[in-house]
């Protein structure tokens, strides 16, 4: 097994300007701008990565509008559906793509690494390494810049992908995509009259290597069938050599603990004279979604909404199952009245969205945050952030309130008391 190369090499200034200037080229809709760019900027130093999987035709039907002939790399790793490389046979020809190129897994380490075909149980990083990196680090070589179908949507991890990412071996990969929805991608589809990938109808809204995929259910990720109960959410050939997603400035600034660790946080803040109708991951004021409801309304993209201590959250009850992702704002430590509004949204209303602690967020607020119902927290204080990642939080053992069937008010008789163990919440 051959290991790529780590470099240490700074990134160029220019270029990392480059690439900031031109994430600021396009808007988040213009997908064939990005592409039209890319293939200006890199003519045949570009390539398209595709797995032909279940939103791949998206990407491909795009890229075919501009360029047919662009070089589009499948990574056949010898784990996929059959039903897969029948699709890849069939949108080649439904799209006009005339140059697909298969890469394969070299043999030596397969038979090395892998000669039962089984790393996929017991090491599945070291299964995608030799099956998709290897042979995607080679077919490279030579390529500038390349292509890929992923979107802000499908993980948190993607939440902050720009179009265009400037990556460690100072290569360019482009993200034509990233801001498109579910909603937009499934909107594409029909609008063309594009092939679904013949699995998509069973539930298989991310599709990879047979062993490590599943259906998922409603309210899970789109990808949440990959690599199901295991700590592994991307193959590797999506990571930068720091492991991560590439941009260069998602370091700074609050950051978001979600499921017992920071994650890349998909919402961003709402400009002041944006379009309702159109915006995108965005958490709108109370105020505003009360004064232009029509617009939210018709609004087709994911949205978030802003509740701040003094709003009512009964004004917009109705509204309520619109809206992926809750903002409660906290504008002082000593103010309480958002933890009311979280018991609400949970207890009386039924919300099952996220709800997210912004503001004055400390780690001894998380514990009672947790409890009326938060999941989320947008975390700017060093100390606090310190403590979550060290998993530090403050135990809660006695109420003067109450939460749910469980918890027992200091004071209350034994007799009194109703049944049932604590139960232990954690962020
Ligand atoms: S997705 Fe699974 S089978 Fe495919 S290369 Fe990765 S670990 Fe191996």
Redesign the pocket.
């Known amino acids: 097994m051959r290991h790529s190369p780590i470099t240490t090499k700074r990134t160029d200034p220019l270029r990392a300007m480059g690439i900031i200037a031109l994430n600021g080229m396009f808007g988040e809709d213009d997908t064939d701008g990005v592409i039209r760019k890319a293939v200006e900027m890199f003519g045949r130093d570009l390539a398209v990565v595709s797995s032909f999987g279940a939103d791949s035709v998206v990407l491909l039907h795009q890229v075919a509008a501009v360029d047919p002939g662009l070089p589009v790399f499948f990574l056949d790793?010898g784990?996929?559906f059959s039903e897969t490389l029948q699709y890849v046979t069939d949108l080649k020809a439904r799209l006009g793509l005339t140059d697909v190129r298969t890469l394969v897994p070299d043999s030596k380490d397969l038979e090395r690494f892998d000669p039962e075909g089984r790393?996929?149980e017991n090491d599945?990083?070291s299964?995608?390494h030799?099956?998709?990196t290897e042979p995607l680090n080679a077919a490279l070589e030579g390529f500038s810049a390349w292509i890929t179908g992923r979107k802000r949507f499908q993980t948190a991890e993607r939440g902050i992908l720009p179009h265009f990412e400037l990556t460690g071996d100072e290569r360019v990969k482009i993200n034509p995509l990233a801001y498109w929805g579910e909603d937009d991608v499934a909107a594409h589809k029909k609008a063309h009259d594009l092939p679904e990938h013949p699995l998509f109808a069973d539930g298989y809204t991310s599709i990879?290597?047979?062993?490590?995929?599943s259906a998922v259910q409603d309210g899970e990720d789109a990808r949440a069938g990959?690599?199901r109960g295991l700590n592994?959410a991307e193959?590797?050939i999506h990571f930068d050599f720091n492991g991560e997603i590439a941009p260069a400035e998602v370091k700074n600034g609050p950051v978001l603990f979600k499921k017992g660790r920071f994650v890349a946080d998909p919402f961003k803040p709402l400009a002041e004279n944006a379009n309702l109708k159109g915006v995108r991951y965005v958490h709108v004021p109370l105020s505003k979604v009360k004064d232009n409801l029509a617009a939210i309304r018709q609004n087709p993209h994911p949205l978030g909404l802003l509740i701040e201590s003094s709003d009512r959250v009964e004004d917009v009850a109705g509204e309520l199952d619109r809206f992926s992702s809750v903002a409660i704002s906290f504008p002082a430590f000593g103010d309480g009245r958002g933890y009311s509004t979280a018991r609400l949204l949970r207890e009386r209303y039924g919300y099952r969205g996220e709800i997210r602690a912004v503001g004055d967020v400390l780690t001894d607020q998380i514990g009672f945050m947790v409890r009326c119902g938060f999941d989320a927290f947008v975390v700017a204080n060093d100390a606090t952030k310190r403590a979550l990642e060290a998993g530090e939080l403050a135990e809660v053992s006695v109420y003067m309130q109450p939460v749910g069937l469980t918890e027992v008010p200091v004071g209350t008789r034994p007799f009194l008391r109703k049944p049932g163990k604590p139960v232990t919440r954690r962020p």
Do not use: S
């Not at 990879?208 to 995929?213: L, N, V």
């Open positions: 790793t784990k996929h790393l996929w599945p990083d299964c995608c030799i099956r998709k990879g290597c047979a062993p490590c995929t990959r690599w592994k193959c590797g």
